[in-house]
Structures are given as structure tokens and as C-alpha cells.
Nanobody, 114 residues
């Protein structure tokens, strides 16, 4: 089992920045990729960014604004979000892909509003 705990969400004005953090524990040796998803009200959960074997991929809507990074020594993954827009408002979920299947954090709310 893998446990994921997110932190760092909150309310921010358009154009502002937030940094999300996700701490992984448990069977972390089985993890081969970690990433962030988000789900806005009335919409499906969507991939925001993913990091695997040194490569990263981003949703087109966040390219150039968001950056995913990992600290393997601390079993952490981060999402730096800059130039935030109201349409970035969603619950953000940390995700770990492992040999035993995907794992999810509880989610953290990000609200972009003036």
C-alpha cells in the first residue's frame, strides 16, 4: 500500500502562485510514476502533470505555467503553479502509479478568484 498526503492548496487571486506538496509513504519502492490530477465541479478528473523516469508531461492547459518536481530522498512530489487562472480552480489530487495499481491522495482545494 502507498499513502499519499497533499498540502498547499488554498485561495489565490488570478495571476498568483501556489505550491502543492505530496508526501508518499508505505510501499514507495513500487512507485514508477507520480503526478497530479484535478477535478473541477461538474467535470471529469483530468491529468495535470506527471513525472516518470526523469521525464515530465503536462496538460496543454498548464504548459509554461505549472512545474512538477520530485524529491526522491524525501519521497515528495511538488506542483508549482504560477500565473493561476480562475479555470484552474479544482480539487487537486496527488497520484502514484505502482506495480500494484494507482494510489490517490485525499485531494486539496485550489480556488483562484478575486
Amino acid at each position: 500500500q502507498v499513502q499519499l498526503v497533499e498540502s498547499g492548496g488554498g485561495l489565490v487571486q488570478p495571476g498568483g502562485s501556489l505550491r502543492l506538496a505530496c508526501a508518499a509513504s508505505g510501499s514507495i519502492f513500487s512507485i514508477y510514476a507520480m503526478g497530479w490530477y484535478r477535478q473541477a465541479p461538474g467535470k471529469q478528473r483530468e491529468l495535470v502533470a506527471i513525472s516518470s523516469s526523469g521525464s515530465t508531461n503536462y496538460a496543454d492547459s498548464v504548459k509554461g505555467r505549472f512545474t512538477i518536481s520530485r524529491d526522491n530522498a524525501k519521497n515528495m512530489v511538488y506542483l508549482q503553479m504560477n500565473s493561476l487562472k480562475p479555470e484552474d480552480t479544482a480539487v487537486y489530487y496527488c497520484n502514484a502509479r505502482s506495480q500494484k495499481g494507482p494510489y490517490w491522495g485525499q485531494g486539496t482545494q485550489v480556488t483562484v478568484s478575486s
